[in-house]
């Protein structure tokens, strides 16, 4: 007989033919085994040698003038994987001296697997024991077939190992090693067990010779040793290097034998430490180093993106999704290999004379392996799948961050991301363009139109994403995007192979019958892309409609406060809900396609049966056997699996690729110029350093940003400055001139037009080298006007990552008057500020936003008017101290400021700016002399030196009673007075950290659930759900039943008895294909149920009985269309609950948290707020309900599945036990780790979060400093630290799914040996029953506990709802009671008696028997130190503090007993943070159109924002009197607003644009609105709160004008004494008790008063004093009349 020509077929009834053992297993397989290995071997070699030679060349040097690439020594991570990429030590110094430098702070230790040497001994110990059997049996020609063949390749491939295993040995250490040959020689053993398998299964059942016999058992014993080794150590058998980041353990993945990580039993460790206690985030083990952020990243930035960003990700990730798919094949294939073994054991069953015993062994152990194989090959698949996840999502977010970080600053429009509505052409668009009827709008046409065009290209140049879609982007976007690839190959392969497989064996079954049936699933399949594309476009307008309501939640909670005050939360929270509304209505259309998808997979499997078997019965006229008819019925079962799979997974790709989109779209937005613009350095063409300007243009936004009225973006023109290097450079001007434009000029944030700007600010911080001498670098540091701070404490606010230097810390906070501030607080400079600096007050932050500057070794700093926030005393104290102290010196400072008298006489240099162009610049001489700062300076003398040395003697109150010591401390013994005084202060206070996010423990408790439930709907909604719910599943049961009786009236007069009862069971199989089966799910279940014989049986056609088919179909349709009727309204019903819940969890969250108290908002990060109202709400509105609907149908599944198992074998009730109790104990291992996992990984989405909006707000900061790298590598932190728990949770759930498998396929395996040791005593129906049953079981319990589990992590979310429905809510808002008059407070007295208040219980009181009384009409200015209880003082009129005891009366009425509501719409406040929304002037000044156009045009006016020659537009002009018109008239002659050299005062218009918190607008300007929001209310009462910090001298003297003429009330909390001294009363506070109260002249008559020291500290005494007496002598004039 020719060599490898064996006959068809090769299994002969219960062996392989000898002639394929022989030819194939023993010659043919292992010779092609083994030169595969050889030629991967070769060709590694050669590629490495020409890869060594190569990578000589040259190395591309690295730019360094990209910010926000991975920072450097982040880089170099160690290579746990490959032996690649580690140098190789020469001296054969071992795997140790393979170290690469590592990541700051960890520790690396090398492990090395127990036993390494021995056992590779005892591997060739065991290959020469096979080269031994091999050579006996070449001797002797023992073997069938080709046996000497047989032996020889036996003994070359064996030869072959041995070498493998001694390279392996005496290589393995040294620089000649070849990598990854453990690979080669593992597989080998795998593959040659495999033959050696077959080869000893054949000579056991048909003994050839004894001495064969002998050699083939010794054989497989070596090769099992041989394999088993390999399974069981260490994969790749080699030294591991661990790298332990600080604490965290790093992972023991790649410590795993290969078995463990087939069966993730590496996890155990974590699982088991979970089932002891809570696991908390140190628990959780590190990512591998090749999956931490700043690895991938910098792997993925080393490919060149050519295409678009999804094929792009595709193309990088190509290697990983080649392997998955691999698996994924693997395992679809093998769905099918119980189906096709329980037909074969029926078959045997009922003939068993045909075969012997032995066959029917081999399939009972064939069922359990081939499904465990399948298990495994899933598992593998779905983890790598996370493995991209995980991975993709660090690209994304990584990207995203890096693009925030370099986006341009502020701009003019909000781009609406991925938004294809507003550019989709209509089809006739389309036509008509094809018939040239209509051009696309091109360029050329552009031109023409120039205005039109601007505004119609689909998006203007200036627009970008807002805050609130960038964090969308990063936390939705880039979830979808990576949930999405970790399921790719379901489309890719899973679902293609099963689909081939089943219409195979479909044809097989039915013949031509089967082709409607296929007709059907076709014809859905289109069906199921246009759901999943409607799905999509729902899911598109539920994005954009919930990124509108975060949007509008974020504002609002930032801008609480201010909401309080006005009492807006109702109208406010009405806008939310008209948000809230669009959202659930797209929702609601989401949830009815989902719905109506439901009922069409659970139509089709009716349609299908219904059509074949017509077809079938009627047109091929056969009998429809049982046999037949349930075969068919669980393939078609089958087959609808991957076909769902496909529409479902198109469906996701497509929602993934509309995020990808989206994120692509904002990678391509417009970057910041900065470095464009400043270059490496400051040098101009002559080599000469220069900071400024040469005739440069800058604009805001675009190159030619249009506004929509065809005015331009805000200019700055012509500018051509030189500042003083070394020397203080101030910029002043009025308020809304430029001044803060130019710093971020300077500082390159406004795009050049013209010109050049010269900045030493374009390199990173980290690639500047200080100064030798002076330790200063070529760096800036920048104080932004309204501070920015980053979550953390003071210290490290202040030292911003800089070195720790004592002596010059102290006296940065002496300098920049800190030190008192830090007594006061209580942990001193270890306090956390808090999001966005929320614990400290207006002037502490924008001090140690000051200090930050000053501590930091640049030597050109830029303050954006750091001085406003500040009282005068102090702003004196930190001019004389700091900006031209001893801190400063050889420093360029670049002041803007308003108090040019206090500054200007100081400094070197002045700018002085109107409207964009440069006014007059010049020495400080030149300017001053030029009289355009005002007559003031220039009447005074400039000081000379004796008045600064002055200052110290009498130390500002500001800085604290013991800084007399600690200026003469400095210079004895450092640390004498403060820090003995501060640390004994410290250790009394007991630390006080933020609030950290709680992540409840345990099971989620049951007010939880019953929160939700009741949220959904009251008994009665119960009951029908219940009911429909069980009518679903009967309706089911119903249409198998049936069948059954059809298929029972062929086989009557046969003992078709047993028949009947199988099918009776078998379809309660089909109960549970719910719609949630996932593929696992339903695959396994139905995939048992044809216990029926592929081949029909055989009964001849005369038997044939009249049955009268039409009836039979009739019904049996009928029952199909009823149950999926039934589960229309059972998805339905459930849906348009769980939106009601929906919509009222989110009202209650929305007025629980605007009702909150002030402190809620104190210490709760908005990050955390957000969380709840983006991902914990989105959970809510989308999974709750559809996992819910999952685990209420497989508990009804397992439910029927028990009872009909009892009813036909009681004795397999024995067998459920015993593995429910396993399952039992599987299921609560899993559940209360994953739990935690689970709630890790959402507790540790809100740093990232806030870490990224706090960075959004902060970028010009950043940038100016030049520490992008430091936040990225924060961010790459964070980002790891999300992910830990994430891909650890997801290995914990295969953990879960291989043990459930292996569980289940116990039933199977136990069932099938009962079932052989009954044979004759039992019937083939009870067997395919008792199996079919066995088998269905564990999947169900599977996906119960799976689905219980994802239903308590959902059940988290509502949970973290709850606990802020929970929080301290305000007074009621109206007391119906005791409502006041409608007038109140018509006259605006306000009375303190005996009153204290205190922020929280735990904190000293703020105010202390405050007592002192306001007249009707008076005007009172409120002064003290800094923490004197000023702003608390505010926030007790307004009842934002509460009593302790006392009470303020407004009116005679006590405010205490009224509503908030009513208090609050009676008086008013301008607050220190001025505050404002998203929208037009006019919304931000009348929110809710109470005021008509002229009276918002008068508050303006008052506010001087329009200025008194300035014509208001058309409509409005004719409306006020015409004398005052031709006063306009005269004094100038209107301009016309596009005129290009000036630019359009805004406020002229009320629908000029305000960006989110007022960005587009100056801080002086904003503050002026806010101001002028409030003279619109026109109150009796009104509270201004440092309100005019931010506005010139001149404006403010206007300002303080039209108060004056004010009629009612006013209370000033001023920080400038000018404003206040001539008012009618001054209260100056001290540590919250009344110090002094009195006309400002009385006081200042006091020698020793506390309110003189202060008006001599602010160095202008004599003309404080003079507007004091003045005002003192009108007010006589006024009595004597």
Not at 203 to 228: D, K, M, N, P
Not at 840 to 865: C, E, F, P, T, W
Not at 1399 to 1421: H, M, Q, T
Not at 1613 to 1623: E, G, N, Q, S
Request: proline share 4%.
């Amino acid at each position: 007989m020719s060599f490898a020509s064996c006959s068809w077929p090769i299994w002969r009834t219960d062996d392989f033919t000898t002639c394929f053992q022989s030819d194939y297993l023993q010659i043919l397989f292992p010779l092609a085994l083994i030169s595969l290995s050889l030629l991967h071997l070769l060709l590694q070699t050669i590629y490495r040698n020409v890869r060594l030679k190569r990578t000589d060349g040259y190395d591309q040097i690295p730019d360094h003038r990209d910010h926000t690439e991975v920072p450097p020594e982040e880089e170099d991570c160690i290579s746990t994987d490959d032996d690649e990429g580690l140098s190789i030590n020469p001296s054969g110094g071992g795997r140790l001296a393979l170290i690469k430098t590592t990541s700051k702070g960890s520790i690396v230790q090398a492990d090395t697997p127990p036993a390494q040497d021995l056992l590779v001994v005892v591997e060739e110990v065991a290959i020469c024991g096979l080269i031994a059997v091999n050579v006996v049996a070449l001797v002797t020609d023992t073997y069938n077939g080709h046996g000497q063949l047989a032996a020889i390749v036996g003994l070359v491939s064996w030869i072959y190992v041995l070498i493998l295993a001694t390279l392996r040995l005496f290589l393995g250490n040294t620089k000649w090693r070849i990598p990854r040959l453990w690979n080669h020689t593992a597989s080998i053993y795998g593959f040659q067990w495999l033959f050696t398998l077959i080869v000893f299964r054949s000579v056991l059942v048909h003994a050839s010779s004894r001495l064969a016999q002998i050699l083939i058992i010794v054989e497989f014993c070596l090769t099992t040793l041989l394999f088993g080794i390999a399974l069981n150590t260490r994969k790749g058998n080699k030294t591991v290097v661990m790298e332990w980041e600080g604490k965290i353990e790093p992972s023991r993945e790649p410590l795993a034998s290969v078995l463990s990580l087939l069966t993730f039993s590496w996890i155990d460790p974590m699982l088991w430490q979970g089932y002891k206690e809570p696991l908390e985030i140190k628990h959780v083990w590190n990512l591998l180093p090749r999956d931490k952020a700043a690895t991938v990243l910098a792997n993925y930035r080393q490919v060149k993106k050519t295409t678009s960003l999804a094929l792009h990700l595709t193309k990088y990730f190509k290697g990983l999704l080649v392997i998955q798919c691999v698996w994924a094949t693997m395992g679809g294939l093998l769905t099918f290999a119980p189906t096709l073994l329980l037909k074969a054991i029926l078959e045997y069953v009922e003939m068993p004379a045909n075969a012997p015993r032995n066959v029917l062994w081999l399939y009972v152990i064939l069922l359990p392996l081939a499904d465990l194989v399948r298990s495994i090959a899933d598992g593998q698949a779905l983890w790598i799948g996370r493995k991209i996840c995980i991975q993709i999502r660090s690209i994304i977010i990584g990207e995203i961050y890096a693009k925030a970080l370099r986006r341009k600053a502020a701009s003019g429009q909000d781009t609406v991301l991925g938004n294809t509505d507003a550019a989709k052409e209509t089809k006739l668009d389309k036509l008509k363009r094809f018939f040239r009827l209509k051009k696309k709008t091109d360029k050329a046409a552009g031109v023409q139109n120039g205005n039109a065009a601007k505004e119609d290209a689909s998006k203007g140049a200036d627009e970008q994403a807002n805050l609130g879609t960038i964090i969308n982007l990063m936390s939705v976007d880039s979830f979808k995007i990576s949930e999405c690839t970790s399921y790719l190959h379901f489309l890719l392969a899973a679902a293609p192979s099963q689909l081939f497989v089943s219409i195979a064996l479909l044809y097989q079954v039915m013949g031509l019958s089967a082709i409607p049936g296929l007709i059907v699933m076709v014809f859905l399949l289109p069906i199921n892309i246009l759901l999943a594309k409607g799905f999509n476009y729902t899911q598109r307008k539920i994005m954009a409609a919930t990124d509108k309501r975060i949007h509008t939640t974020n504002e609002i909670l930032q801008s609480i406060r201010i909401i309080k005050y006005f009492a807006w939360e109702k109208r406010f929270s009405d806008i939310v809900d008209e948000k809230r509304r669009t959202e659930l209505s797209a929702l609601r259309n989401r949830y009815m396609i989902w719905a109506l998808a439901v009922a069409i997979w659970n139509t089709v499997p009716v349609l299908i049966t219904f059509f074949s078997f017509l077809v079938y019965t009627k047109v091929e006229h056969k009998p429809l056997y049982p046999s037949v008819a349930f075969t068919a019925i669980s393939l078609f079962m089958l087959l609808r699996v991957p076909l769902d799979q496909l529409g479902d997974m198109i469906a996701h790709i497509q929602e993934a690729k509309v995020s990808v989109d989206r994120v692509e779209e904002f990678l391509n937005e417009d970057e910041t110029e900065k470095y464009e613009q400043l270059g490496s350095d400051n040098k101009d063409e002559y080599g000469n350093k220069v900071i400024g300007f040469r005739d440069a243009t800058f604009i805001w936004g675009g190159k030619d940003a249009i506004a929509a009225d065809g005015s331009m973006a805000f200019r700055l023109i012509d500018l051509s400055v030189e500042f003083m290097i070394g020397k203080l450079n101030i910029i002043a001007g009025p308020t809304g001139s430029g001044k803060t434009s130019m710093l971020m000029a300077l500082l390159g944030e406004m795009t050049m037009t013209k010109g050049k700007v010269y900045l030493p600010g374009g390199r990173s911080r980290e690639d500047v080298r200080p100064d030798p001498a002076s330790g200063l670098t070529e760096t800036c540091a920048y104080v932004a006007q309204s501070a920015w701070l980053v979550n953390a404490n003071i210290r490290d606010n202040i030292l911003f990552s800089a070195t720790y230097d004592e002596k010059r810390y102290k006296d940065v906070l002496v300098a920049c008057a800190l030190e008192r501030d830090l007594e006061i607080l209580d942990n001193g400079d270890e306090t956390l500020v808090g999001e966005n600096g929320i614990t400290l007050s207006g002037g502490q932050k924008q001090r140690i936003s000051l200090a930050r500057a000053v501590y930091s070794n640049s030597r050109h700093v830029l303050m954006d008017d750091c001085l406003s926030a500040v009282d005068s005393h102090t702003a004196k104290w930190i001019f004389t101290k700091c900006i031209k102290g001893e801190l400063m010196k050889n420093r360029t400072c670049i002041l803007i400021t308003h108090n040019t008298t206090l500054c200007a006489p100081l400094s070197e240099y002045v700018v002085l700016l109107d409207n964009g162009k440069v006014d007059a610049q010049g020495t400080a001489e030149e300017v001053i002399a030029s009289g355009k700062l005002g007559e003031e300076i220039r009447t005074k003398s400039r000081p000379g030196s004796s008045d600064i040395s002055r200052v110290p003697s009498r130390v500002p109150s500001s800085v604290g009673d013991e800084s007399d010591q600690t200026l003469i401390d400095h210079n004895a013994n450092g640390t004498n007075g403060t820090t003995s005084a501060n640390s004994s202060n410290k250790q009394e206070k007991p630390q006080r950290t933020p609030p950290q996010e709680t992540k409840a423990t345990g099971a989620v408790k049951w007010p939880v659930i019953s929160l939700y439930l009741r949220a959904m709907g009251a008994w009665w909604f119960w009951v029908v759900a219940l009911v429909v719910f069980g009518g679903q599943q009967l309706s089911t049961v119903a249409s198998n039943l049936w069948i059954k009786e059809w298929a029972n009236q062929y086989t009557l007069g046969r003992e078709s008895i047993s028949m009947s009862r199988t099918e009776l069971s078998i379809s309660s199989q089909l109960a549970y294909s719910s719609w949630l089966s996932s593929a696992n799910f339903a695959s396994v279940t139905s995939s048992i149920k044809n216990m029926s014989f592929i081949k029909p049986a055989d009964y001849s056609a005369s038997d044939v009985p009249e049955v009268n088919v039409d009836y039979y179909l009739t019904v049996l349709a009928l029952i199909g269309f009823a149950g999926a009727a039934m589960a229309l309204t059972r998805d339905l019903w459930l849906f348009f609950g769980s939106l009601t819940a929906s919509w009222k969890l989110h009202n209650r969250l929305m007025s629980a948290v605007a009702r909150a108290k002030f402190k809620f908002f104190d210490v709760t990060p908005l990050g955390q707020l957000m969380n709840r109202f983006s991902k914990d709400l989105e959970a809510i509105d989308q999974e709750v309900a559809p996992v819910a609907i999952g685990v209420m149908s497989c508990a009804m599944g397992i439910l029927i599945t028990v009872v009909l198992i009892a009813a036909i074998t009681p004795g397999f009730l024995v067998a459920g036990v015993f593995i429910t109790g396993l399952y039992i104990l599987v299921g609560m291992f899993y559940l209360r780790a994953s739990r935690d996992l689970k709630r890790l990984e959402s507790v540790n989405r809100s740093p990232l979060f806030q870490q990224f909006g706090e960075t959004l707000s902060g970028v010009t900061t950043i940038r100016a400093y030049g520490d992008e790298r430091r936040f990225i590598r924060e961010n790459l932190t964070r980002i790891n630290t999300q992910a830990r728990p994430f891909i650890y949770l997801w290995a914990a759930n295969r953990w879960l799914a291989f043990r459930t498998d292996l569980l289940g396929d116990f039933v199977a395996f136990f069932a099938g040996v009962f079932v052989i040791l009954s044979l004759g005593t039992i019937d083939a129906g009870s067997a395919g029953v008792s199996l079919s049953y066995a088998i269905g079981f564990s999947e169900n319990i599977l996906w119960l506990v799976r689905l219980y589990a994802m239903n308590e992590q959902n059940m988290n979310s509502v949970e973290r709802v709850k606990e802020y429905l929970d929080v301290e809510q305000e007074a009621a808002p109206i007391n119906e009671k005791n409502r006041p008059a409608p007038d109140w407070p018509a006259h605006g007295g306000v009375e303190f008696i005996n009153y204290s208040t205190r922020y929280r219980k735990e904190l000293d009181p703020v105010l202390k028997n405050v007592s002192f009384k306001i007249e009707p009409r008076e005007k009172v200015g409120i002064v003290g130190r800094t923490g004197a209880g000023k702003s608390s003082l505010t926030l007790a009129i307004f009842r934002a503090l509460e009593a302790e005891g006392g009470k303020i009366l407004i009116d005679d009425i006590d405010i205490a007993s009224i509503g908030l509501q009513d208090l609050r719409e009676a008086i008013t406040i301008v607050p220190q943070d001025p505050t404002l929304f998203t929208g037009t002037i006019r919304t931000n000044l009348d929110p809710f159109d109470l005021y008509t156009n002229e009276e918002i045009f008068a508050a303006l006016k008052k506010v001087q924002l329009i200025g008194p020659n300035e014509t208001l537009p058309s409509t409005t002009r004719s409306l006020l009197s015409s004398a005052e018109n031709s006063e306009v008239q005269d004094s100038q002659e209107p301009t016309s607003p596009s005129s290009p050299t000036t630019n359009k005062n805004i406020f002229l218009d009320l629908s000029s644009p305000v960006a989110e918190s007022g960005s587009n607008l100056s801080q002086g300007q904003r503050q002026l609105l806010c101001l002028a929001r409030a003279m619109l209310k026109n109150p009796n009462v009104l509270v201004m709160d440092e309100a005019t910090a931010s506005i010139d001298y001149a404006t403010d003297s206007k300002i303080q004008e039209t108060i004056r003429d004010l009629k009612s009330t006013i209370i000033t909390i001023a920080h400038r004494l000018a404003t206040i001294v001539d008012y009618d009363k001054v209260l100056v506070l001290d540590h919250g008790t009344v110090v002094e109260y009195g006309h400002p002249h009385e006081l200042l008559q006091n020698e020793n008063g506390n309110f003189r020291s202060m008006c001599e500290m602010s160095g202008d005494m004599d003309v404080l004093a003079k507007a004091a007496k003045k005002a003192w002598d009108d007010k006589k004039l006024v009595d004597d009349e």
